[in-house]
C-alpha cells in the first residue's frame, strides 16, 4: 500500500470515528460537517480506484 493509500485510508478511519461521536453525542451540525468530510473522502477514494471496505479488518 503506498502512501497516498495508507493517509487516505486513514483520514476515513478518523472521520468515521468523529462522525459516529458527533452522531452520539447529538450534534447535528457536527453530523453534517463530518458526513460531508466523508463523502469527499471516499469520492477521492474512488477517483483513485482505492477500495475503501477492501482494506477494513
Known sequence: MDAFTAGLLQ???ATESDL???RDEGDDFLVEVEQSELDDLRRLAAEHGVE???YRV
Open 20 to 22: 459516529t461521536r458527533a
Open 11 to 13: 483520514r476515513i478511519k
Open 52 to 54: 475503501v471496505g477492501a
